[in-house]
């Protein structure tokens, strides 16, 4: 077997992506007809949406037109990706781009269209624009290739300033503690429910069904105190997929949880796919499978939409509902609501709504009839604005604190007229 020299360092032979995908060009030179690119400028979204697992599912977003070899990916330094491509699949390189799009429309660069277009997807015709095409990635090489990491004192603090406001981050020997304790705490005490309901122009409340959830600030308090169980999000994802097993095993013994009326609980794509989900899925009645929703967040959707569709149809086929949670309206505008044929959607209410005028909510509106009013949702409802605005554009379902304090208001109304028929039939 033949050894590497122990004198060459090995980071002498590991090429950077910006001076392979240059390598590539070049390549292309004497063939570069019907030839495409196009740049995602993943740097020019804000730092939240820069995280390892956006990324993984937005490079997961071209892995069909990489494995048919219609073209090739580089993932840039800058966390930017730069496809090039056959022009004859150009049709299926934008609506991936839409796809990617749509991952991210919740940032602040997409609240103006022309200049969200504009820096965060850049397309180049390799055949006419090959020299500037070069030079643009011969500088990029030139900079990866001259960089020393600098700063990393400054990351320190960084780091530092993080763990004092938000706890120590989550690792691999705290996480494995923590899986454990989940599997022999009673998870009872943590669990929360909140409704869904309609409201009626007297903002009177009908639940439709509501939604049971385990708190993570109570479960940090509870198990992790000082531990900043987000700061690693792929660890904080295995986190909430044995939380999800914990909850199937509350929900498979309903001696021990007593709940009422039609219930939708958060869980992961992968846990759909689990022997825990299949064992709770047999332990329960056909009827019973019919009370329940499954919400699932768009990012884990979309980082791996074959497994999605896969689990949907099975899903539906034995009688749960499957809810969309955590949409924008630009996300409800950027889907194909009929290919993912879920059942609801949940719109996140956001004042700026009301600040787009009258365009907005005509856009609202038609998206809300063409998606179905029986299936949009707006979720964190924490004030009657939401509420009112949200109908205004056709929604019929509501979710949040406000709507928590109209059920609390409506029992209290219940209980005045009780004891005022108990005290009128008793002077009779």
Known sequence: MAMRSSSTPTHMHRRTQEQLLLEYLRR????????????????SLMPANRREHHIRAATNSFEGLVSDLSGQLFELKNLDIFFIYKSEVHTRVEDTVQKVKFLFSDDPLFDEKERSDAEFVNWFDVETG???????????????????RPATRSNVRASLKARQDHGDALNPEILGRAVKALQRTDLTSLLRRQFVCGVSKKLVPEPIFSELYISIMDLRETMMPGINLTSNRWLFQYLT???????????????????????????NVSTLMSHEFMAFDDSVSAARRGSMVLELQKIDIFAD???????????????????????????????????????????????????????????????????????????????????DFGRSVGINMFQGHFIEHLIAEDERRRQLLKIKHRIERDTT
């Open 305 to 387: 939409l074959g497994a999605f569709l896969f689990v949907r149809e099975f899903c539906q086929e034995k009688g749960y509902r499957i809810c969309l949670d955590g949409l924008t309206h630009q996300n409800l505008s950027m889907i194909n609501r009929e290919r993912l044929g879920v059942d609801y959607f949940k719109l996140m209410w956001n004042p700026a709504l009301i600040d787009g005028g009258a365009e907005m909510r005509k856009k609202l509106r038609d998206m809300i009839k063409e998606a179905g009013r029986s299936k949009v949702i707006m979720a964190r409802c924490d004030n009657r604005e939401a509420v």
């Open 28 to 43: 292309l030179e004497n063939r570069r007809e019907g030839r495409k690119a196009v740049r995602i400028n993943i740097s």
């Open 241 to 267: 997929e044995s939380l999800d097993k914990r909850v199937l095993s509350l929900l498979s013994k309903t001696d021990r949880l007593s709940i009422t009326g039609d219930i939708s609980f958060n869980v």
């Open 130 to 148: 090959y020299d500037d095409l070069i030079r643009m990635v011969r500088e990029m090489s030139d900079e990866g290739a001259g960089e020393k």
